[in-house]
Nanobody
Framework: QVQLVESGGGSVQPGGSLRLSCAAS????????RAWYRQAPGKQRELVAS???????NYAGSVQGRFTISSDNAENAVYLQMNSLKPEDTAVYYC?????????????WGQGTQVTVSS
């Protein structure tokens, strides 16, 4: 099992910044990618950004140029720097870790952290 714990959420005004952190523990060997997802009220969970074990990153179009995902392998942590925040970024943000077993996928999730962008 892999345990993921997020931190860093909160309330911020439009145009502000927040940095989310996700610490991993447990059986983290062989994790292939880490990611941040978010879910707004009444909407489906969506991918925000991901980073592979090799350092390749991918972003949702709505956050491209504003958010940056990074990882610290020594600390088993992943971060999401969020700049120029907009009200539409308001959501619960979830940390994800993914491991591939051949054609099968095992996803692990954190408990989520609330981000609210409002004036």
């Amino acid at each position: 099992q892999v345990q993921l714990v997020e931190s860093g959420g909160g309330s911020v005004q439009p145009g502000g910044s927040l940095r989310l952190s996700c610490a991993a523990s447990g059986r983290i060997f062989g994790i292939n990618s880490r990611a941040w997802y978010r879910q707004a009220p009444g909407k489906q969970r969506e991918l925000v950004a991901s980073i592979t074990s090799g350092g390749n990153t991918n972003y949702a179009g709505s956050v491209q140029g504003r958010f940056t995902i990074s990882s610290d392998n020594a600390e088993n942590a992943v971060y999401l720097q969020m700049n120029s925040l907009k009200p539409e970024d308001t959501a619960v943000y979830y940390c994800n870790a993914r491991r591939f077993y051949g054609l099968q996928v095992q996803d692990y999730w954190g408990q989520g952290t609330q981000v609210t962008v409002s004036s």
